[in-house]
């Protein structure tokens, strides 16, 4: 039995005993208190400036209210920048844009309308909405100067993610969740580029007063700019607590039907959380799974750094990587010796490096590294009974890398560009993994 089967003690309760009740669910639609919140935000209190994204829905409202008061009882902080992209998707968005703005002046906080003009496709419309969404947002931290862009994310919505991570088949990276502070999700290429923000800046249209003149963080000619952050401050905040502080502010905020909307799998999961939690699975179980998860993938990662160093893969997270010719080179053995999850993370690692199509995805990086690791072996077990090595030889492309196993060396060399009509490059005796 491995460490990973040993039962927890959750594991063990009997199968049809009633979930137990949460220590402290009484306080879980308690208005978050001025103390709480402060404690939420201390380590934004020396920042220059932050944007609040804020969509006029329940809990980024909170933010906003929330946010300025404690900002208001600092003799000094950050400058606040309240931001609402309007996606044109519904008649209301204009209208709950504006109302953002209305209690943003009313909290003297500016605030800024960002309307997404793009193409809008019929397939995938919500991730279309959300990546748009972010370069907006991007935009508006670089005119207000800030560097970090916070969300109202609550534990409702990490416990989703969770699920919604599960239902896709996610690896223990991706039941890992939100991060309270992670890069703000930006295409490769996105933002990055100091002359698309100034064409997107553009089209922001400021609707309350503007906060005092500040440097231009856009300095002409120069594309290369700080990473931006995401912030999440609620991220361990149940959402009821966040709609118990407005209802006892008195303060109104939008419902965005679309949160019910069946066509998306977001709503379709959150409408499943009530019948879930029934069961036990409740939203503070599923977001304790990403915390376990988050700290289980902090150790591997910090593991493979390890490997990688015992392997002498040069600088992993660096660009020097690779002996001049943009090729990585390893000891294959010493490789195929490490835990799978280990060796299966490093291999992917050097493919989402070397590679040039993104990403490589999980499930294809399971089936060439199980197949790299069996073809080591057979390598070992060739070379022992004095058969030719090349027996045994391997060669995968995946991501837009070419994994290539001869001579005792593992090699993750960038591919061959794809012919037209999207076939993979196809470069050895096995078949060609994409
Ligand atoms: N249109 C938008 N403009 C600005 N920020 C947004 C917008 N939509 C979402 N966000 C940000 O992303 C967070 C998570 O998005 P999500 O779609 O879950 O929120 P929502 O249902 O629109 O409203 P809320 O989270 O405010 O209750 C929000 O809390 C907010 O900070």
């Not at 003009?117 to 935009?139: C, D, N």
């Not at 959380?273 to 910090?302: I, K, Q, V």
């Not at 010796?337 to 399971?366: F, Q, S």
């Amino acid at each position: 039995m491995s460490a990973a089967d040993h039962p927890t003690v959750e594991d063990t309760a009997a199968d049809d005993a009633p979930p137990p009740a949460t220590a402290h669910a009484r306080h879980d639609d308690a208005p978050l208190t001025t103390t709480e919140a402060a404690t939420l935000f201390a380590d934004l209190a020396a920042l220059p400036a932050v944007v609040l994204a804020v969509s006029g829905g329940p809990d980024s409202t909170a933010l906003l209210v929330l946010a300025a008061r404690w900002r208001a009882a600092l003799a000094a902080g950050p400058r606040l920048v309240a931001a609402t992209v309007d996606h044109g998707l519904r008649s209301g968005s204009g209208d709950e844009a504006l109302a953002v703005g209305r209690l943003a002046g009313e909290l003297g906080i500016a605030h800024h309308i960002l309307r997404w003009t793009g193409e809008k496709p019929a397939a995938g419309l919500q991730a279309a909405a959300r990546a748009a969404r972010y370069r907006l947002l991007a935009v508006a931290a670089r005119e207000a100067g800030a560097r970090h862009v916070l969300t109202g994310h609550t534990r409702d919505d990490q416990a989703e993610t969770v699920l919604f991570r599960l239902a896709r088949g996610s690896g223990l990276a991706g039941l890992a969740g939100m991060a309270r502070v992670a890069p703000l999700p930006l295409p490769a290429g996105g933002e990055r580029s100091t002359r698309e923000a100034r064409r997107v800046r553009g089209r922001l249209e400021t609707t309350a007063r503007t906060a005092a003149p500040h440097p231009d963080p856009l300095p002409a000619g120069d594309d290369r700019e700080p990473a931006l952050l995401l912030v999440r401050p609620f991220l361990d905040i149940p959402k009821a607590r966040l709609v118990a502080t407005l209802a006892a502010a008195g303060i109104a905020c939008a419902d965005d039907p679309s949160n019910r909307d069946p066509r998306f799998t977001r709503s379709r999961l959150r409408a499943l959380l009530p019948g879930l939690a029934a069961e036990g699975l409740t939203a503070p179980r599923l977001a304790r799974l990403a915390d376990r998860m988050r700290r289980a993938d902090a150790a591997l990662e910090a593991a493979v750094e390890r490997l990688a160093a015992d392997l002498a893969v040069a600088d992993l997270a660096g660009f020097g990587l690779a002996g001049g010719d943009g090729v990585v080179r390893l000891d294959a053995a010493g490789w195929a010796r490490a835990p799978a999850e280990l060796r299966l993370r490093l291999l992917g690692r050097l493919i989402d490096r070397v590679g040039h199509e993104g990403p490589v995805e999980l499930g294809k990086l399971e089936t060439v590294a199980d197949a790299l690791a069996a073809a080591v072996v057979a390598t070992a077990i060739t070379a022992a009974g004095g058969g030719p090595e090349s027996a045994a030889r391997f060669r995968r492309t995946l991501a837009g890398a070419t994994v290539t196993l001869a001579g005792g060396r593992l090699s993750v060399a960038p591919a061959p560009p794809r012919r037209s009509g999207g076939n993979a490059a196809s470069a050895g005796p096995n078949p060609t993994e994409t």
